[in-house]
């Protein structure tokens, strides 16, 4: 019976023996393990840089869509790159692009052309093509929504007279009549208001013109008042308007206050005689 004892406490020695060398072997190779394990490292910082969404062709009038931030690893950001910050990308929307530019390319200020700039004039305009400013309104402008890089109609609003009335006055009547068509504006004194993102009127649009036509907007600009007509971006319903007077006589359209309002008379009628219109009341019945 004692031998059996002795024989129980031997084996529980050995075995609390053998579990405290187990545990001393495992605290040993833990840290060796930790030491072992790969460790994170961190990714480099990062910045955002403007770059070309679209590739964007010399003397292109940039737009906010043609632009966008990519993020850019900070080692590889050239000074002359233009990096995220306080500009909205619509606050490069009107300027021009110098020499053609790679889709994902980044943009640099030497690349393009801010409006106002030196140069940026002789980069917008076509071979054989002139600049020519006209004023606007809030009513002319399309209430301050006409931007560079889109195409107008411009039209005039005169008084007309038309021959003489009783007593020898001049009968005048007001006439409104399109002069020139898919004229492209190249620079207007507008910008979007980037806190309230309200749109700040023109007082000038800067157009982009033939010799001929710049002649026209001359004469139009004395002779009455000038709008502009937006034109959609899907494309030209009617014919190109080259600069000859013949083009704009044949394209051009043009409205009577006769045709607005049946209350006034027609000026002439179709056969070249004066018309005059009565109008007649309804008579009480009875």
């Given at each position: 019976?004692?031998?059996?004892?002795?024989?129980?406490?031997l084996i529980a020695i050995l075995l609390?023996?053998?579990?405290?060398?187990?545990?001393?072997?495992?605290?040993?190779?833990?840290?060796?393990?930790?030491?072992?394990?790969?460790?994170?490292?961190?990714?480099?910082?990062?910045?955002?840089?403007?770059?070309?969404?679209?590739?964007?062709?010399?003397?292109?009038?940039?737009?906010?869509?043609?632009?966008?931030?990519?993020?850019?690893?900070?080692?590889?950001?050239?000074?002359?790159?233009?990096?995220?910050?306080?500009?909205?990308?619509?606050?490069?929307?009107?300027?021009?692009?110098?020499?053609?530019?790679?889709?994902?390319d980044p943009i640099t200020e030497a690349?393009?052309?801010?409006?106002?700039?030196?140069?940026?004039?002789?980069?917008?305009?076509?071979?054989?093509?002139?600049?020519?400013?006209?004023?606007v309104t809030a009513i002319s402008g399309?209430?301050?929504?006409?931007?560079?890089?889109?195409?107008?109609?411009?039209?005039?609003?005169?008084?007309?007279?038309?021959?003489?009335?009783?007593?020898?006055?001049?009968?005048?009547?007001?006439?409104?009549?399109?002069?020139?068509?898919?004229?492209?504006?190249?620079?207007?004194?507008?910008?979007?208001?980037?806190?309230?993102?309200?749109?700040?009127?023109?007082?000038?649009?800067?157009?982009?013109?033939?010799?001929?036509?710049?002649?026209?907007?001359?004469?139009?600009?004395?002779?009455?008042?000038?709008?502009?007509?937006?034109?959609?971006?899907?494309?030209?319903?009617?014919?190109?308007?080259?600069?000859?007077?013949?083009?704009?006589?044949?394209?051009?359209?043009?409205?009577?206050?006769?045709?607005?309002?049946?209350?006034?008379?027609?000026?002439?009628?179709?056969?070249?005689?004066?018309?005059?219109?009565?109008?007649?009341?309804?008579?009480?019945?009875?």
């Open positions: 019976m004692r031998a059996r004892a002795l024989l129980v406490f609390a023996g053998g579990t405290g060398l187990l545990v001393r072997s495992w605290l040993a190779q833990r840290p060796a393990q930790v030491e072992i394990a790969p460790r994170e490292v961190p990714a480099p910082p990062q910045k955002s840089i403007l770059v070309a969404r679209t590739a964007i062709a010399r003397g292109q009038i940039l737009k906010a869509e043609d632009l966008a931030w990519q993020p850019w690893p900070e080692a590889g950001i050239d000074s002359m790159y233009i990096q995220a910050g306080p500009r909205p990308l619509e606050a490069f929307a009107g300027w021009v692009a110098r020499d053609s530019i790679g889709k994902s690349k393009i052309f801010a409006p106002g700039s030196r140069g940026f004039l002789a980069a917008v305009l076509r071979p054989g093509m002139r600049a020519i400013s006209v004023p399309i209430s301050g929504f006409v931007f560079p890089g889109d195409e107008v109609d411009i039209l005039i609003t005169q008084t007309l007279p038309m021959g003489t009335g009783n007593g020898g006055s001049t009968i005048q009547h007001k006439a409104s009549e399109t002069v020139l068509s898919d004229v492209r504006v190249i620079a207007i004194d507008q910008k979007l208001d980037n806190k309230g993102s309200e749109a700040v009127l023109a007082h000038t649009a800067t157009l982009e013109v033939t010799p001929k036509q710049s002649e026209i907007i001359a004469v139009a600009t004395e002779m009455g008042k000038l709008s502009l007509s937006l034109r959609s971006l899907t494309g030209s319903e009617n014919k190109e308007i080259t600069g000859n007077s013949s083009d704009f006589l044949e394209a051009g359209t043009h409205t009577m206050d006769s045709d607005v309002s049946r209350l006034l008379p027609k000026p002439v009628s179709e056969d070249g005689v004066d018309a005059v219109t009565i109008l007649r009341g309804k008579g009480k019945p009875g």
